[in-house]
């Protein structure tokens, strides 16, 4: 297994609940971490308690083309290479067609979709360039199955997926692993505003999802996981 210790890990939507617990689990392990998220007031919060230097932290929409390009600036002014990248970021409008704004649509994509396409268009190539690396996804299973309400929501996941296995037939024959985490529901601030009866003591702990994430991180040397699914008891979709 490939060690936590000392890998290079850019980490966007590190101001969620699963990018948040993430950051702490590879902190721990000795990672160095680079953070990103929107919310510049969160990232400060969490760099303090890693204690990260205001280096190591950059305040970035990744729908935003000068944005992802402040980000790869700033990444590599603090970091010599990139081992992992870890895409934990998202967002989530769950209505029926027919009440869905098309900026709503179009909000999601470029949050789910358009924004990791930025994401490994700027870092690919220096994982090229090493010869390794390890891009982690979380399309969850709404990029795998459908749920009613999540036009929007699934578009951008189902299209996540096939973009991350369309970019790793492109990489088959290099030591850059794609893996797909499908996460079931996860208690977090992603449902906060999200007008559905849902049972959120029933979901994954977000503790839990981020372990699994760390996990990830670690994956066999000679081997890749490229998917990995993870769902509550209670609502197994896959
Ligand atoms: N929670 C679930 O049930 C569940 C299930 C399956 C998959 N997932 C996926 O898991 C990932 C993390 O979800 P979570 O539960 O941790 O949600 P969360 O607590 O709402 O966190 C979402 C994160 O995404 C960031 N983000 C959103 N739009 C962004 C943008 N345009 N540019 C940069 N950052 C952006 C947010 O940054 P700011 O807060 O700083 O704006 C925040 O860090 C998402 O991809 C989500 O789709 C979640």
């Known amino acids: 297994m490939e060690q936590i210790k000392g890998k290079n890990i850019l980490l966007v939507g590190a101001t969620g609940s699963i990018g948040s617990e993430t950051a702490r689990m590879l902190a721990t392990s000795g ?6 998220g929107r919310n510049e007031a969160k990232l400060v919060a969490l760099a303090l308690k890693l204690n990260l230097s205001a280096d190591r932290f950059i305040a970035a929409d990744i729908s935003n083309k000068e944005d992802i390009a402040r980000l790869k600036e700033a990444f590599f002014a603090a970091m010599p290479r990139i081992d992992v990248l870890i895409i934990a970021s998202g967002i989530g409008i769950i209505k ?3 009440q869905l704004e098309e900026d709503e649509f179009l909000q999601t994509i470029m949050a789910n979709l358009y ?13 090229k360039e090493q010869k390794k690396g390890l891009i982690i996804n979380i399309p969850g299973v709404l990029g795998k199955v459908p749920m009613a309400g999540a036009a929007a929501y699934s578009a951008s996941k189902y299209g996540l997926t096939g973009m ?3 970019i790793r ?3 088959k ?4 692993r794609i893996t797909n985490l499908y996460l079931g529901g996860v208690d977090s601030a992603f449902w906060d505003h999200i007008d559905l009866r849902v049972q959120r003591d029933k ?3 977000a503790e839990e999802a981020a372990k699994t994430i760390w996990f990830l991180c670690q994956q066999p040397s000679s081997a890749v996981i490229s998917e990995m699914v993870l769902q509550p008891f209670n609502h197994q979709a896959i």
């Not at 990672?31 to 990103?36: K, S």
């Not at 924004?115 to 994982?127: C, D, E, N, Q, T």
């Not at 024959?173 to 850059?176: H, K, P, Q, S």
């Open 31 to 36: 990672a160095q971490l680079f953070l990103t």
């Open 115 to 127: 924004g990791p396409y930025l994401l490994v268009k700027s870092f690919l190539p220096a994982m």
């Open 96 to 98: 029926q067609v027919e």
């Open 173 to 176: 024959r290099t030591e850059i």
């Open 164 to 166: 991350m296995q369309s």
């Open 169 to 171: 037939e492109e990489l």
């Open 203 to 205: 979901m994954i702990v």
